[in-house]
């Protein structure tokens, strides 16, 4: 198996390491891992492209390459440039330092990266190490995911199809934020929402006299609907959130035609 990762925390974050690591454990002795990372970090980016302006992409070692763009932009240059002769056999982004469930998912660059292989007609996963009190100050936060990661692969890549109509399905994972083990099992979950929580800016006055806006996000350990992505995260499970790109809302579809009949 040829498999491309990506991730949006840059190349040199430690949790591209890790999905390295659950990579080469999934391709096997036989397969081949190859990286294309931003060369910075890109959190928050979603599903962006450098459209208007041309990426720059360096070769840092043997299947191990920067570009200076976003996840899906490395995505792009993996398939079709670093890759064009030979393409990957799966897509995985990852794995990101923080949670991307619920809303999280619609800003997430993460999940813009396995976005862009969906799109490419790749299989793809983005995957995200949800951290708090438990995991955030041990040797490994990342433990659950390094521990987990291949077998949670293995079971989406048995389930996944090419058969499938449209726009082609990704998988969101998000590993729950305790030790490996703590951890109580895999479950599919639809995307939630943490009610009453927004993203959101807070002003800052730099010594010369200019004003800067700093993104914040909301409280990420608020409850939401029972069985949902982040619900069963805190609850120690392993999310799996089966997207596509298709952001029709088809329950208000056929009420919105006969409003415009």
Not at 66 to 76: F, I, R, Y
Not at 118 to 124: H, I, N, R, Y
Not at 194 to 211: A, I
């Amino acid at each position: 198996m040829r498999i491309l990762i990506t991730n949006d925390d840059g190349i040199n974050a430690p949790g591209l390491k890790v999905l390295e690591q659950i990579a080469t454990e999934l391709a096997g002795p036989d397969g081949e891992v190859w990286t294309v990372a931003p060369a910075f970090e890109q959190s928050g980016v979603g599903h962006c492209i450098s459209y208007a302006h041309p990426t720059m992409i360096s070769e840092l070692g043997p299947r191990r390459y920067a570009a200076e763009g976003s996840p899906a932009d490395c995505v792009l240059a993996g398939v079709h440039h670093v890759l064009k002769d030979t393409p990957p056999d799966l897509v995985l982004s990852g794995v990101n330092r923080g949670n991307n469930s619920a809303e999280n998912a619609l800003y997430s660059g993460t999940l813009g990266g396995a976005m862009e292989g969906a799109l490419q007609g790749l299989p793809a996963v983005a995957l995200s190490q949800y951290l708090g009190p438990e995991n955030y100050h041990i040797d490994n936060p990342f433990e659950g995911a390094a521990q987990f990661g291949a077998e949670v692969l293995r079971k989406i890549l048995a389930f996944d199809t090419n058969a499938q109509d449209g726009y082609r399905l990704f998988y969101n994972v998000n590993f729950p934020p305790v030790p490996a083990s703590g951890v109580k099992g895999i479950v599919a979950a639809p995307q939630g929402v943490r009610e009453d929580t927004r993203f959101s800016v807070e002003s800052q006055l730099s010594p010369s006299g200019r004003r800067f806006l700093w993104a914040k996000g909301g409280d990420q350990r608020a409850r939401v609907a029972e069985g949902t992505d982040a619900a069963v995260n805190l609850d120690g499970w392993i999310s799996v959130t089966p997207m596509r790109a298709d952001l029709t809302c088809t329950t208000a579809l056929k009420a919105l035609r006969d409003a415009f009949a």
